[in-house]
Protein backbone atom coordinates (compact mmCIF):
# COMPACT_ATOMS: atom_id res chain seq x y z
CA UNK A 1 0.00 0.00 0.00
CA UNK A 2 2.95 2.45 0.53
CA UNK A 3 4.38 1.83 -2.75
CA UNK A 4 1.24 2.57 -4.31
CA UNK A 5 0.59 5.71 -2.47
CA UNK A 6 4.13 6.65 -3.52
CA UNK A 7 3.72 5.70 -6.92
CA UNK A 8 -0.16 7.37 -6.99
CA UNK A 9 1.80 10.80 -5.31
CA UNK A 10 4.47 10.65 -7.86
CA UNK A 11 1.83 10.73 -10.87
CA UNK A 12 -0.15 13.61 -9.46
CA UNK A 13 3.29 15.07 -8.97
CA UNK A 14 4.88 14.90 -12.63
CA UNK A 15 0.71 16.11 -13.69
CA UNK A 16 1.29 18.94 -11.65
CA UNK A 17 4.72 19.90 -13.22
CA UNK A 18 3.71 19.15 -16.87
CA UNK A 19 0.74 21.69 -16.62
CA UNK A 20 2.50 23.91 -15.21
CA UNK A 21 5.65 23.90 -17.30
CA UNK A 22 4.59 21.71 -20.58
CA UNK A 23 0.73 22.27 -21.43
CA UNK A 24 1.25 20.19 -24.29
CA UNK A 25 2.73 16.92 -22.75
CA UNK A 26 0.42 17.45 -20.04
CA UNK A 27 -2.49 17.09 -22.53
CA UNK A 28 -0.73 14.24 -24.44
CA UNK A 29 -0.35 12.18 -21.45
CA UNK A 30 -2.98 12.73 -18.86
CA UNK A 31 -5.23 15.85 -20.10
CA UNK A 32 -6.48 13.79 -22.98
CA UNK A 33 -7.94 10.94 -21.24
CA UNK A 34 -9.29 13.05 -18.31
CA UNK A 35 -11.07 15.39 -20.93
CA UNK A 36 -12.33 12.36 -23.08
CA UNK A 37 -14.18 10.37 -19.60
CA UNK A 38 -15.11 13.70 -18.49
CA UNK A 39 -17.27 14.49 -21.77
CA UNK A 40 -18.54 10.91 -22.34
CA UNK A 41 -19.39 10.56 -18.80
CA UNK A 42 -21.40 14.24 -18.43
CA UNK A 43 -22.44 14.48 -22.06
CA UNK A 44 -25.98 14.09 -21.64
CA UNK A 45 -26.43 16.03 -18.34
CA UNK A 46 -24.25 19.15 -20.44
CA UNK A 47 -26.12 19.44 -23.22
CA UNK A 48 -30.00 19.48 -21.33
CA UNK A 49 -28.53 22.42 -19.34
CA UNK A 50 -27.56 24.01 -22.48
CA UNK A 51 -30.55 23.81 -24.19
CA UNK A 52 -29.44 21.10 -26.81
CA UNK A 53 -32.03 18.56 -26.57
CA UNK A 54 -35.02 17.97 -27.69
CA UNK A 55 -38.45 16.33 -26.03
CA UNK A 56 -38.73 13.08 -27.38
CA UNK A 57 -40.62 12.06 -30.36
CA UNK A 58 -44.61 11.28 -30.04
CA UNK A 59 -44.43 7.55 -31.28
CA UNK A 60 -42.40 6.94 -27.98
CA UNK A 61 -44.52 8.80 -25.59
CA UNK A 62 -47.47 6.85 -27.27
CA UNK A 63 -45.87 3.43 -27.09
CA UNK A 64 -44.91 4.47 -23.48
CA UNK A 65 -48.23 5.59 -22.85
CA UNK A 66 -49.73 2.55 -24.09
CA UNK A 67 -46.89 0.21 -22.37
CA UNK A 68 -47.45 2.13 -18.97
CA UNK A 69 -43.24 2.82 -19.03
CA UNK A 70 -41.38 5.40 -17.96
CA UNK A 71 -41.74 8.49 -20.28
CA UNK A 72 -38.56 8.89 -22.30
CA UNK A 73 -36.65 11.74 -21.41
CA UNK A 74 -35.33 14.63 -23.87
CA UNK A 75 -32.55 13.71 -26.53
CA UNK A 76 -29.28 15.15 -26.82
CA UNK A 77 -27.31 14.74 -30.53
CA UNK A 78 -26.08 11.60 -31.20
CA UNK A 79 -21.99 11.22 -30.77
CA UNK A 80 -20.76 10.11 -33.91
CA UNK A 81 -17.23 10.04 -33.76
CA UNK A 82 -14.71 11.38 -30.78
CA UNK A 83 -11.35 11.74 -32.12
CA UNK A 84 -8.33 12.95 -29.86
CA UNK A 85 -6.23 15.40 -31.36
CA UNK A 86 -2.26 17.19 -30.56
CA UNK A 87 -4.13 19.87 -28.80
CA UNK A 88 -7.65 18.90 -27.64
CA UNK A 89 -10.73 16.78 -28.98
CA UNK A 90 -13.03 16.66 -32.25
CA UNK A 91 -16.49 15.47 -31.71
CA UNK A 92 -18.95 14.68 -34.60
CA UNK A 93 -22.67 15.07 -33.64
CA UNK A 94 -25.97 13.90 -35.38
CA UNK A 95 -28.77 17.06 -34.93
CA UNK A 96 -31.92 15.64 -34.26
CA UNK A 97 -34.91 16.81 -35.64
CA UNK A 98 -35.95 20.87 -34.79
CA UNK A 99 -32.90 21.39 -34.16
CA UNK A 100 -30.06 23.64 -35.92
CA UNK A 101 -26.24 24.36 -36.38
CA UNK A 102 -26.62 28.25 -34.87
CA UNK A 103 -27.75 26.55 -31.83
CA UNK A 104 -25.07 24.39 -31.20
CA UNK A 105 -23.17 27.40 -32.30
CA UNK A 106 -24.35 29.90 -29.80
CA UNK A 107 -23.73 27.62 -26.82
CA UNK A 108 -19.93 26.82 -27.70
CA UNK A 109 -18.84 29.36 -25.01
CA UNK A 110 -21.27 27.13 -21.84
CA UNK A 111 -19.87 24.06 -23.44
CA UNK A 112 -16.18 25.09 -22.78
CA UNK A 113 -17.31 26.08 -19.25
CA UNK A 114 -18.81 22.78 -18.21
CA UNK A 115 -16.59 20.25 -20.20
CA UNK A 116 -13.40 22.53 -18.52
CA UNK A 117 -12.09 22.97 -22.00
CA UNK A 118 -9.89 26.03 -22.94
CA UNK A 119 -11.80 26.65 -26.38
CA UNK A 120 -14.81 25.20 -28.04
CA UNK A 121 -15.45 25.95 -31.94
CA UNK A 122 -17.96 24.15 -34.31
CA UNK A 123 -19.03 24.10 -37.90
CA UNK A 124 -21.49 22.57 -39.78
CA UNK A 125 -20.11 19.71 -42.03
CA UNK A 126 -23.05 18.57 -43.83
CA UNK A 127 -27.00 19.31 -43.11
CA UNK A 128 -27.64 17.92 -39.91
CA UNK A 129 -24.29 17.13 -39.15
CA UNK A 130 -21.77 19.40 -36.44
CA UNK A 131 -18.06 19.23 -35.35
CA UNK A 132 -16.83 20.81 -32.46
CA UNK A 133 -13.53 21.20 -31.77
CA UNK A 134 -12.53 21.23 -28.28
CA UNK A 135 -8.82 22.55 -27.42
CA UNK A 136 -7.56 21.34 -24.18
CA UNK A 137 -5.03 24.45 -23.53
CA UNK A 138 -3.66 27.67 -25.20
CA UNK A 139 -2.40 26.74 -28.60
CA UNK A 140 -1.47 30.07 -29.89
CA UNK A 141 0.43 30.87 -26.38
CA UNK A 142 3.62 29.16 -27.49
CA UNK A 143 2.80 28.06 -31.70
CA UNK A 144 4.11 24.65 -32.24
CA UNK A 145 3.34 23.28 -35.92
CA UNK A 146 2.73 19.82 -36.36
CA UNK A 147 5.27 17.83 -38.05
CA UNK A 148 2.93 16.87 -41.02
CA UNK A 149 0.98 18.82 -42.92
CA UNK A 150 -0.87 19.02 -45.99
CA UNK A 151 1.42 20.89 -48.47
CA UNK A 152 -0.05 21.05 -52.10
CA UNK A 153 1.64 23.10 -54.83
CA UNK A 154 0.50 27.16 -54.62
CA UNK A 155 -1.05 25.73 -50.70
CA UNK A 156 1.23 26.30 -48.11
CA UNK A 157 1.02 26.41 -43.94
CA UNK A 158 1.74 29.73 -42.56
CA UNK A 159 -0.39 29.81 -39.07
CA UNK A 160 -1.92 27.69 -36.40
CA UNK A 161 -5.35 28.41 -35.93
CA UNK A 162 -7.14 28.58 -32.10
CA UNK A 163 -9.20 25.46 -32.62
CA UNK A 164 -5.36 23.77 -33.23
CA UNK A 165 -5.87 23.11 -36.64
CA UNK A 166 -2.96 24.20 -39.44
CA UNK A 167 -4.04 27.37 -41.26
CA UNK A 168 -3.14 27.45 -44.81
CA UNK A 169 -2.44 29.84 -47.38
CA UNK A 170 -3.94 28.58 -50.83
CA UNK A 171 -3.41 30.92 -53.91
CA UNK A 172 -5.69 28.77 -56.24
CA UNK A 173 -8.36 29.00 -54.11
CA UNK A 174 -7.84 32.92 -52.60
CA UNK A 175 -5.26 34.52 -55.23
CA UNK A 176 -4.87 37.62 -53.71
CA UNK A 177 -4.47 38.51 -49.84
CA UNK A 178 -4.60 41.58 -47.89
CA UNK A 179 -2.72 41.61 -44.39
CA UNK A 180 -3.02 45.03 -42.01
CA UNK A 181 -1.75 45.53 -38.74
CA UNK A 182 -0.20 48.45 -36.61
CA UNK A 183 3.66 48.96 -35.61
CA UNK A 184 4.87 45.49 -33.62
CA UNK A 185 1.66 43.04 -34.32
CA UNK A 186 3.59 40.56 -36.32
CA UNK A 187 3.45 41.52 -40.05
CA UNK A 188 7.00 40.83 -40.91
CA UNK A 189 6.65 37.29 -39.12
CA UNK A 190 3.72 36.46 -40.92
CA UNK A 191 5.45 37.83 -43.98
CA UNK A 192 8.89 35.83 -43.67
CA UNK A 193 6.67 32.54 -42.61
CA UNK A 194 5.50 33.26 -46.29
CA UNK A 195 8.43 33.40 -48.12
CA UNK A 196 9.99 30.73 -46.25
CA UNK A 197 6.87 27.95 -47.29
CA UNK A 198 7.08 29.23 -50.40
CA UNK A 199 10.70 28.88 -51.03
CA UNK A 200 10.49 25.42 -51.59
CA UNK A 201 7.80 25.43 -54.30
CA UNK A 202 8.67 26.31 -57.72
CA UNK A 203 7.51 29.80 -57.58
CA UNK A 204 8.98 32.99 -58.74
CA UNK A 205 8.79 35.63 -55.89
CA UNK A 206 8.42 39.01 -56.75
CA UNK A 207 8.95 41.77 -53.94
CA UNK A 208 8.30 45.34 -53.56
CA UNK A 209 9.69 47.00 -50.19
CA UNK A 210 9.59 50.99 -50.44
CA UNK A 211 11.63 50.95 -46.91
CA UNK A 212 14.60 50.41 -48.49
CA UNK A 213 14.66 47.06 -48.77
CA UNK A 214 15.19 46.65 -45.04
CA UNK A 215 12.37 43.55 -44.87
CA UNK A 216 12.53 41.66 -48.56
CA UNK A 217 16.20 41.90 -49.47
CA UNK A 218 18.16 40.00 -46.87
CA UNK A 219 16.05 37.18 -48.66
CA UNK A 220 17.16 38.42 -51.99
CA UNK A 221 18.73 34.83 -53.29
CA UNK A 222 15.22 33.30 -53.39
CA UNK A 223 13.40 36.29 -55.05
CA UNK A 224 13.52 36.73 -59.07
CA UNK A 225 12.95 40.48 -58.70
CA UNK A 226 12.60 42.67 -56.04
CA UNK A 227 12.05 46.71 -55.81
CA UNK A 228 13.05 48.95 -52.85
CA UNK A 229 11.45 52.34 -54.29
CA UNK A 230 8.40 53.86 -55.86
CA UNK A 231 10.31 54.30 -58.82
CA UNK A 232 11.70 50.80 -59.54
CA UNK A 233 8.31 49.51 -58.32
CA UNK A 234 6.70 51.38 -60.88
CA UNK A 235 8.81 50.09 -63.74
CA UNK A 236 8.58 46.27 -62.46
CA UNK A 237 4.41 46.35 -61.87
CA UNK A 238 4.57 47.41 -65.46
CA UNK A 239 6.30 44.83 -66.88
CA UNK A 240 4.71 41.79 -64.50
CA UNK A 241 1.11 43.71 -66.74
CA UNK A 242 3.35 42.97 -69.82
CA UNK A 243 4.11 39.07 -68.72
CA UNK A 244 0.94 39.07 -67.39
CA UNK A 245 -0.36 39.66 -71.09
CA UNK A 246 1.51 37.29 -72.82
CA UNK A 247 1.04 34.50 -70.66
CA UNK A 248 -2.65 35.30 -71.89
CA UNK A 249 -1.23 35.08 -75.49
CA UNK A 250 0.42 31.80 -74.84
CA UNK A 251 -2.87 30.45 -73.08
CA UNK A 252 -4.65 31.39 -76.55
CA UNK A 253 -2.48 29.51 -78.64
CA UNK A 254 -2.84 26.67 -76.33
CA UNK A 255 -7.11 26.50 -76.48
CA UNK A 256 -7.44 24.67 -79.30
CA UNK A 257 -11.00 24.35 -79.00
CA UNK A 258 -12.41 21.64 -81.62
CA UNK A 259 -15.25 18.91 -81.63
CA UNK A 260 -12.73 16.54 -80.72
CA UNK A 261 -10.72 18.54 -77.76
CA UNK A 262 -12.37 17.19 -74.40
CA UNK A 263 -13.85 20.06 -72.50
CA UNK A 264 -11.49 19.53 -69.70
CA UNK A 265 -8.29 19.90 -71.79
CA UNK A 266 -9.28 23.09 -72.75
CA UNK A 267 -6.93 25.90 -71.44
CA UNK A 268 -8.47 28.89 -69.43
CA UNK A 269 -5.32 29.45 -66.90
CA UNK A 270 -1.88 28.50 -67.06
CA UNK A 271 -2.80 25.14 -64.46
CA UNK A 272 -4.61 24.19 -67.75
CA UNK A 273 -1.42 23.55 -69.77
CA UNK A 274 1.02 21.21 -70.23
CA UNK A 275 3.95 20.67 -67.75
CA UNK A 276 6.40 21.58 -70.38
CA UNK A 277 4.81 25.27 -71.53
CA UNK A 278 3.37 26.30 -67.98
CA UNK A 279 4.68 29.21 -66.74
CA UNK A 280 6.30 29.61 -63.60
CA UNK A 281 3.19 30.83 -61.18
CA UNK A 282 4.58 34.23 -59.56
CA UNK A 283 3.64 35.36 -55.89
CA UNK A 284 3.70 39.46 -55.63
CA UNK A 285 4.70 40.65 -51.93
CA UNK A 286 4.06 44.28 -51.26
CA UNK A 287 5.40 45.33 -47.78
CA UNK A 288 3.91 48.57 -47.24
CA UNK A 289 1.14 49.64 -49.60
CA UNK A 290 0.54 53.40 -48.23
CA UNK A 291 4.56 54.05 -49.55
CA UNK A 292 2.99 53.36 -52.99
CA UNK A 293 -0.36 55.28 -52.89
CA UNK A 294 1.23 58.32 -51.56
CA UNK A 295 2.71 61.72 -53.07
CA UNK A 296 3.44 65.29 -52.63
CA UNK A 297 3.88 66.53 -56.02
CA UNK A 298 2.38 66.54 -59.49
CA UNK A 299 5.19 63.86 -60.90
CA UNK A 300 4.69 61.84 -57.77
CA UNK A 301 0.90 62.06 -58.29
CA UNK A 302 1.41 60.73 -61.83
CA UNK A 303 3.64 57.57 -61.06
CA UNK A 304 0.95 56.73 -58.02
CA UNK A 305 -1.64 56.28 -60.46
CA UNK A 306 0.69 54.16 -62.70
CA UNK A 307 1.28 52.15 -59.64
CA UNK A 308 -2.07 51.39 -58.31
CA UNK A 309 -3.78 51.11 -61.87
CA UNK A 310 -1.02 48.37 -62.50
CA UNK A 311 -2.01 47.04 -58.94
CA UNK A 312 -5.10 46.69 -59.65
CA UNK A 313 -5.19 45.42 -63.66
CA UNK A 314 -2.79 42.36 -61.88
CA UNK A 315 -5.46 41.49 -59.12
CA UNK A 316 -8.81 41.56 -61.88
CA UNK A 317 -6.66 39.78 -64.60
CA UNK A 318 -3.93 37.91 -63.19
CA UNK A 319 -5.38 34.89 -61.54
CA UNK A 320 -5.83 33.20 -64.97
CA UNK A 321 -2.22 34.23 -65.80
CA UNK A 322 -0.76 32.56 -62.16
CA UNK A 323 0.11 35.91 -60.68
CA UNK A 324 -0.67 36.37 -57.03
CA UNK A 325 -1.34 39.52 -54.79
CA UNK A 326 -0.26 39.29 -51.05
CA UNK A 327 -0.51 43.11 -50.00
CA UNK A 328 0.81 44.52 -46.56
CA UNK A 329 0.06 47.60 -44.70
CA UNK A 330 -1.17 49.72 -41.76
CA UNK A 331 -3.52 51.38 -43.42
CA UNK A 332 -5.93 50.55 -46.35
CA UNK A 333 -8.50 52.73 -46.65
CA UNK A 334 -10.06 55.64 -49.48
CA UNK A 335 -7.99 58.09 -47.79
CA UNK A 336 -5.12 56.67 -49.99
CA UNK A 337 -6.97 58.04 -53.09
CA UNK A 338 -8.79 56.97 -55.86
CA UNK A 339 -8.33 53.26 -56.74
CA UNK A 340 -7.79 51.97 -53.67
CA UNK A 341 -11.19 50.84 -52.83
CA UNK A 342 -11.75 48.84 -56.02
CA UNK A 343 -8.03 47.51 -55.48
CA UNK A 344 -9.44 46.28 -51.98
CA UNK A 345 -12.40 44.45 -53.40
CA UNK A 346 -10.15 42.15 -55.30
CA UNK A 347 -8.07 40.91 -52.38
CA UNK A 348 -10.51 37.90 -50.87
CA UNK A 349 -8.14 36.69 -48.45
CA UNK A 350 -7.69 39.20 -45.29
CA UNK A 351 -6.05 39.01 -42.30
CA UNK A 352 -5.77 41.60 -39.52
CA UNK A 353 -3.22 41.83 -37.01
CA UNK A 354 -3.57 44.60 -34.04
CA UNK A 355 -5.08 47.59 -35.08
CA UNK A 356 -5.19 51.28 -33.23
CA UNK A 357 -8.46 52.07 -34.49
CA UNK A 358 -11.84 50.22 -35.34
CA UNK A 359 -11.91 51.86 -38.75
CA UNK A 360 -8.34 49.99 -39.81
CA UNK A 361 -10.22 46.54 -38.20
CA UNK A 362 -13.06 48.13 -41.29
CA UNK A 363 -11.29 48.46 -43.65
CA UNK A 364 -10.05 44.84 -43.75
CA UNK A 365 -13.47 43.00 -42.80
CA UNK A 366 -16.23 45.36 -43.07
CA UNK A 367 -17.73 44.73 -45.96
CA UNK A 368 -17.29 41.01 -45.66
CA UNK A 369 -17.11 39.52 -41.58
CA UNK A 370 -18.24 42.53 -39.68
CA UNK A 371 -18.17 40.08 -36.56
CA UNK A 372 -14.50 39.47 -37.03
CA UNK A 373 -14.02 43.57 -36.86
CA UNK A 374 -14.37 43.38 -33.25
CA UNK A 375 -12.29 40.42 -32.39
CA UNK A 376 -9.47 42.30 -34.55
CA UNK A 377 -9.45 45.00 -31.97
CA UNK A 378 -9.55 43.40 -28.71
CA UNK A 379 -5.69 41.45 -29.59
CA UNK A 380 -3.65 42.83 -26.64
CA UNK A 381 -0.22 44.54 -27.21
CA UNK A 382 1.75 41.65 -25.61
CA UNK A 383 0.82 38.93 -27.96
CA UNK A 384 2.38 40.06 -31.27
CA UNK A 385 1.74 37.80 -34.27
CA UNK A 386 -1.81 37.10 -33.40
CA UNK A 387 -4.28 38.00 -36.03
CA UNK A 388 -7.83 37.47 -37.25
CA UNK A 389 -8.41 35.71 -40.40
CA UNK A 390 -11.27 35.87 -42.79
CA UNK A 391 -12.63 35.59 -46.51
CA UNK A 392 -15.88 36.37 -48.56
CA UNK A 393 -17.56 33.29 -47.11
CA UNK A 394 -17.98 35.41 -43.68
CA UNK A 395 -16.06 33.50 -41.50
CA UNK A 396 -13.27 34.21 -39.85
CA UNK A 397 -10.87 32.38 -37.17
CA UNK A 398 -7.67 33.54 -34.42
CA UNK A 399 -4.74 32.71 -36.08
CA UNK A 400 -0.83 32.86 -35.09
CA UNK A 401 2.22 32.12 -37.01
CA UNK A 402 5.39 30.60 -35.14
CA UNK A 403 8.19 33.03 -34.71
CA UNK A 404 10.49 33.08 -37.25
CA UNK A 405 13.41 35.40 -37.17
CA UNK A 406 15.12 36.45 -39.98
CA UNK A 407 18.29 34.51 -39.79
CA UNK A 408 16.03 31.67 -40.14
CA UNK A 409 14.08 33.08 -43.17
CA UNK A 410 17.25 33.73 -44.71
CA UNK A 411 18.48 30.48 -44.36
CA UNK A 412 15.76 29.16 -46.09
CA UNK A 413 15.80 31.53 -48.88
CA UNK A 414 19.54 30.59 -49.03
CA UNK A 415 18.77 26.92 -48.91
CA UNK A 416 16.12 26.68 -51.90
CA UNK A 417 18.01 29.86 -53.94
CA UNK A 418 18.69 27.22 -57.00
CA UNK A 419 15.40 27.26 -57.46
CA UNK A 420 14.86 30.52 -57.97
CA UNK A 421 13.24 30.81 -61.58
CA UNK A 422 14.33 33.50 -64.23
CA UNK A 423 11.42 35.14 -65.69
CA UNK A 424 13.14 37.06 -69.17
CA UNK A 425 10.52 39.96 -68.08
CA UNK A 426 11.89 40.41 -64.79
CA UNK A 427 15.39 40.27 -65.40
CA UNK A 428 16.31 44.06 -64.96
CA UNK A 429 15.38 43.97 -61.50
CA UNK A 430 16.84 41.04 -60.28
CA UNK A 431 19.02 41.55 -57.42
CA UNK A 432 22.55 39.83 -58.80
CA UNK A 433 24.83 40.07 -56.52
CA UNK A 434 26.03 36.43 -55.15
CA UNK A 435 22.95 34.87 -56.82
CA UNK A 436 23.56 31.49 -57.88
CA UNK A 437 22.60 30.32 -61.71
CA UNK A 438 18.66 30.54 -62.55
CA UNK A 439 16.83 27.91 -63.01
CA UNK A 440 14.96 27.15 -66.16
CA UNK A 441 11.86 28.19 -66.55
CA UNK A 442 9.16 28.76 -69.81
CA UNK A 443 9.78 32.03 -71.91
CA UNK A 444 7.19 33.79 -72.09
CA UNK A 445 7.91 36.95 -73.66
CA UNK A 446 5.60 36.03 -76.78
CA UNK A 447 3.69 33.49 -78.38
CA UNK A 448 5.07 30.46 -79.67
CA UNK A 449 6.24 30.63 -83.35
CA UNK A 450 4.59 27.24 -83.96
CA UNK A 451 1.43 28.79 -83.06
Excluded at 86 to 102: E, I, M, Y
Excluded at 309 to 318: P, S
Excluded at 423 to 451: D, M, N, Y
Amino acid sequence: MTGFTAALVLVVATAGLLRWRRLAWYWLTFGVTLALLRVLVCYGSVMDACGLTVPAPRWRLAVARMTNSAVPGPRAPRILRVRPTRTGLVLRLKLRPGQDAFDVAASCDRLRHSFAMYGVTSREVRSGVVELRMTGYDVLKRVQMPGKVDTRPMRVPVALREDGAVHYRDYRAVPHGLTLGATESGKSVYQRNLVAALAPQRVALVGIDCKQGVELFPLARRFSALADNQDTAAELLDALVSHMEDVYQLIRAEQRITADVPDAEIAADIWSLPDDLRPVPIVVLVDEVAELALYATKDEEKRRDRIITALARLAQLGRAAGIYLEICGQRFGSELGKGITMLRAQLTGRTAHRVNDESSANMAFGDIAPDAVLAAIQIPTDAPGIAITGDSSGGWARIRAPHTSLRQAVNICNRHADLTPDLPALAPFRPLVGIPAPAPAPAVESTPAAA
